[in-house]
Structures are given as C-alpha cells and as structure tokens.
C-alpha cells in the first residue's frame, strides 16, 4: 500500500480513528512506555545501591541475560527453573479445570428446565469477586487448622469416613499420580532436554507432579500453604475465579449450534456420546481456540491471587508455589535486582510472543474462527 494511498483510507475512516485513539493512547502510556523502560533496564546493572541514579547506572550490555541463562553462580538462578516448571504445570491444570468445569456446566445449561436463568447469574458470582478478594478468601479458606477445607475433610465424622475408608481416595490418587507421572515424563522431555542446554535445571520427578498425595498419607490435617500441597492451593482458587468465562463463551456456542444437526443425526441413529463427538466438539472449535489463547495467557501470567493466598509478599508460597511472575517480583522488589528481573521479563515476553503468533498462525487466523 503506497502512502498516498494510506492517506485516502485514514482521510475515508477518520471518524472511527477518533474512537479508537483514546485507546491507542492508553496502551502506548501504559504497554510501550512501561515495556520500553523495562528493555532498557535489562541492560543495566540496577539494583539497590544504583537505584538512586537510574539513568547513569553502568550499562552491562548484555549482562543480565547471562546471568539469567549461563552464569551458574547468578542468585538470580536459584528457584528460576523450578518457577517455569510449576509455572508450566499450573498452567495445563489450570487451563483444564476452567475448560472442563465450563463445558460440564454449559451442557447443563443448554437444556431448557426451570430456573436456568438464576443458576446461570448465580454461577457467575466466582467471575464478578476480584483476584485480591479470591486470593485472601482461599488463603483463609486453607489454613491449616481453622481452614473449612479440612474441617470438612477431617473433622467431620461422615466425610472422613466416606473419604479415608470407604472410597479408599489415598489409592485413587496413588494410581492418577502414576499416570500422570508417566504422560508428563514423555511429554515434557523435549522441553527438560532443551532448558538443560542453556543451564537451566527442570526436573520431575512422582512427587513432584502430583503434589496433592502427601496431604491425605495420614491422618494429620494437611498444610495446604507450605509444602507440595502449595502447588494445588494455588491451582484450585485459580480455576474457581475464572472457569464462569469458559462456561459463558461454550454455552453461547452451544446455543448456536443448529438443533437440524442433531436431529438429523437422531435419525441416523446416533448416540449421545457420537453427537458430542461429531457435532458439539467440532461445531466449538473457534471458541475452543479463543479459551486456550486467553487462558494460557492469563494464567501464565497469573500474580494476583498467588500473592494475596500468601500475604501480600510478605511470605512467598516457596518453591512448590513459586510461579514465574511471583519470582520476577521476589528478584525485582525483595533482592533488588531490577535489571536481572527485567531480563527474566523480557525473555519470558519474547517466549509468551512467539507462542501466541504461532496460536494466531493455525488457530486465529483461519477463516472459521472470524465466520
């Protein structure tokens, strides 16, 4: 497109131009202007002793990346490799629970029975509570001895029973953890092996891929805030806030799938399970498409409830807990080592950019998700 010709266009759509500059204006004041501070701090040594003069702090060039990538001795290194694999996990479990509770819910939801509009507002009540109040309410939630969690689990005769002795969970548990522990050893040895070439430790191992099993080994109230169980502490309240979106997005495409589809495959003499198989999971592909691009963006990225569960940064989750934003934040704000954590930001940008191209590329992009 020549210039002239892009002056035309602009001249033609400038009445929309005035609606849409309020927001570019806000992006650059808020996205550009604070990502191209962060990129020139990656650059300079800057922590708590050169804070003072921040713009003649020494330029280390390329420093800080290596410090994050090769340089052993780095603080900046210990716990990094541990945040990007719970981050990793929290990631897939949590991007399945918000699928998998708002599908469950927006099946139930599609079919025509009294008082589906109130259930419906009232499933959006976890949408409408802000991460902060999320993140304190399963903090208390949590606690160890006065927590509601494991006063249903342990102090109530009837649950515990049904729990420990009847259903036998301990061995259910035992037999997911070892099937998981086997599909994440396969899937995730690609990226263990590539992370050990640039330095970075990313080990797993059975009781680190399934952490809620140490809780129910015996018979003493588990602490949810400290240990293993941090991992599905921060996972549980994380799925809770956001799977009513999921559950929104999949119901509006349910109702608009045509009912001829179904009835015609009635007359074929299909079953309930082909139907869901052939006609809803294929007919939801866009909004499948849209859910995993936002989810996985979202909870990669997720700070807000993970800080408030373990006091506003003043007690980190540990290294069970410890996602990639919350060691950002602990490098940045309690080391004082700006410059190092700006790099980790940066790096960990690029990496989310090019994920989300290449979703854009195969997902975004086709003809069918903007039909």
């Known amino acids: 497109m020549s210039a002239q010709s892009l002056v035309i266009k602009i001249k033609k759509n400038k009445f929309a131009y005035y609606f849409i500059a309020p927001a570019l204006i806000g992006m650059v004041l808020l996205n550009f202007i604070p990502f191209m501070q962060g990129f020139y701090m990656s650059f300079l040594k800057l922590n708590l002793h ?11 060039n390329w420093g800080n990346y290596y410090d994050v990538l090769f340089n052993p001795n780095s603080p900046v290194r210990i716990g990094l490799g541990q945040a990007v694999r719970n981050t990793l996990y929290y990631s897939v479990f949590v991007t399945i629970g918000q699928l998998g509770m708002g599908l469950i819910v927006a099946l139930m939801l599609n079919r025509d029975f009294r008082g589906r509009s109130v259930i419906r507002t009232l499933f959006l009540f976890p949408w409408i509570v802000p991460t902060f109040v999320t993140g304190l309410l399963w903090g208390f939630m949590w606690q160890q001895d006065i927590g509601i969690i494991n006063y249903l689990l342990y102090d109530i005769p009837l649950v515990k029973a049904l729990f420990f002795n009847v259903f036998h969970i301990h061995d259910i548990i035992n037999i997911i953890n070892a099937i998981i522990t ?27 891929i399934f952490p809620l099993l140490p809780a129910f080994t015996s018979e003493i109230k588990p602490a949810w805030l400290t240990g293993p169980n941090t991992f599905w502490a921060i996972v549980v309240p994380t799925i809770w806030r956001f799977w009513p979106l999921s559950m929104l997005m999949l119901l509006a495409g349910l109702q608009n799938i045509p009912d001829s589809l179904y009835e015609a495959a009635s007359i074929d003499g299909a079953s309930s399970w082909k139907k869901f198989w052939h006609i809803t999971v294929p007919m939801l592909k866009s909004v499948w498409a849209i859910l995993l691009m936002f989810g996985i963006i979202y909870n990669v990225y997720s700070f807000n409830i993970v800080i408030m569960m373990f006091g506003n940064g003043a007690g980190f989750p540990g290294e069970w807990g410890d996602l990639m934003m919350t060691n950002i934040f602990r490098n940045s704000f309690q080391q004082w080592n700006f410059g190092n954590g700006a790099a980790i930001s940066i790096m960990f940008m690029a990496f989310m950019s090019i994920v989300i191209y290449y979703w854009h590329k195969f997902y975004i992009s086709s003809e069918e998700i903007y039909r």
């Open 50 to 60: 050169t804070m003072d003069r921040y713009l003649s702090a020494p330029f280390v």
């Open 182 to 208: 086997l599909l994440i050893n396969v899937l995730l040895f690609p990226i263990s092996y590539t992370l050990g070439l640039v330095g970075v430790e990313f080990k797993y191992a059975v009781e680190n």
